[in-house]
């Protein structure tokens, strides 16, 4: 559904309020060199992550069936453990830190290759802000706003509005909250963001407000960015992913 600028303008906002926190900056492994990265992974590897070369990208917190799940492109931790960025609204109380490192989690990251997603179970992200006397003050995308097999087949070829809850890469490597209003449609078999995103919007979630079968309008979580390719981005979708992890 292909909305009024005003009205994506107000969409984009109420996403902000009710999700921003749901949204975390992540870095690549390799992305400085660093020692945790797999020495042996994929040369091509940083290519695919189509962040402009620097590691840098956007991961969300998903939860369905009572379980929490930190969701983010694979391409940007194949190589190995990387980092989460913090903020002070994420965490209680106050500035925890300003990254988590993810070595002693590596293990857990379940790769979904053939739709290019990666899926963390948070529990050891929890136990390690309790170890260090802190907790998270995290939002999270509810599985009753994740689009199901019906909501994806209805997207067409006609471009439709979306909106990309990100973490871009700002002045001094600062990971500033972004949005961003594109447009998405489905390309042959994929659904698609039209047009190429700027550096850190690998791995982010896109939503769309579309018509359900009943005709009423509801907004969606379409699925989640994937690495640049021929001038936009293909999406991981959520009926997919969600059968993925629930599978896993």
């Known amino acids: 559904m292909l909305l009024d600028p005003d009205t994506e303008n107000d969409v984009a906002y109420e996403l902000c309020q009710l999700l921003g926190r749901a949204i975390l900056p992540i870095r690549r492994a390799d992305a400085d060199g660093g020692a945790d990265a797999d020495a042996g992974a994929d040369a091509d590897a940083g290519a695919e992550a189509g962040d402009g070369d620097r590691g840098e990208g956007t991961a969300f917190l998903f939860a369905a069936r009572g379980r929490e799940h930190l969701l983010t492109a694979d391409a940007l931790v194949r190589v ?8 002070p609204s994420v965490t209680e109380p106050g500035a925890a830190a300003d990254s988590v490192a993810l070595a002693g989690l590596a293990g857990g990251w379940r790769h979904h290759g053939e739709l290019g997603v990666a ?52 002045a001094g490597g600062a990971r500033p909250l972004e949005v961003a209003i594109e447009r998405v449609a489905r390309v042959g078999d994929a659904v698609r963001l039209t047009a190429e995103l700027p550096a850190g919007y690998a791995g982010a979630p896109v939503f769309g407000v579309l ?3 009943d005709g009423e309008v509801g907004l969606r979580c379409l699925g989640l960015v994937l690495p640049a390719r021929g001038g936009g981005h293909p999406l991981a979708t959520f009926d997919r992913i969600r059968e993925a992890v629930g599978a896993g």
């Open 119 to 170: 899926a963390l179970p948070t529990a050891g992200l929890h136990e390690h802000a309790a170890g260090e006397g802190w907790r998270w003050r995290t939002q999270q995308v509810p599985d009753s706003i994740a689009a199901d097999r019906d909501v994806i087949a209805r997207i067409g070829a006609e471009p439709g509005s979306a909106v990309v809850l990100a973490h871009g890469v700002g």
């Open 211 to 213: 018509a359900g079968r």
């Open 80 to 87: 190995g453990a990387g980092r989460i960025g913090l903020r």
